[in-house]
Nanobody, 125 residues
Framework: QVQLVESGGGLVQAGGSLRLSCAAS????????MGWFRQAPGKDREFVAS????????YYADSVKGRFTISRDNAKNTLYLQMNSLKPEDTAVYYC??????????????????WGQGTQVTVSS
């Protein structure tokens, strides 16, 4: 398994931007598909975006498509989520997760083996 630590959350006004990072330990980061999920208060955790092991394919939830961009730097063992045009409904705890299926296309959290502790994103109206 890989250990994951998220950072970059915070408070931002609607329409603003944030960039989340997820630092991974271990030398096998580049073999994992990676994903971002989020959980709003009183709601189930939901898929946000995912990326293949080499960054060649990305996948997004409809609710964030065109506003969020997932990327990775395998040399730095780091996953990113650039979030633009933020809305109050984006408020949630954001988690990064690793999937041993390298191609990054799976959206169910049940498929992800390792999880970070989460970082809070709050968007004010």
């Amino acid at each position: 398994q890989v250990q994951l630590v998220e950072s970059g959350g915070g408070l931002v006004q609607a329409g603003g931007s944030l960039r989340l990072s997820c630092a991974a330990s271990g030398r096998t980061f580049s073999t994992y598909g990676m994903g971002w999920f989020r959980q709003a208060p009183g709601k189930d955790r939901e898929f946000v975006a995912s990326i293949a092991y080499n960054g060649g394919r990305t996948y997004y939830a409809d609710s964030v498509k065109g506003r969020f961009t997932i990327s990775r730097d395998n040399a730095k063992n780091t996953l990113y989520l650039q979030m633009n045009s933020l809305k109050p409904e984006d408020t949630a705890v954001y988690y990064c997760a690793a999937d041993s299926y390298a191609y990054g296309s799976r959206r169910s959290e049940a498929h992800y083996d390792s999880w970070g502790q989460g970082t809070q994103v709050t968007v004010s109206s």
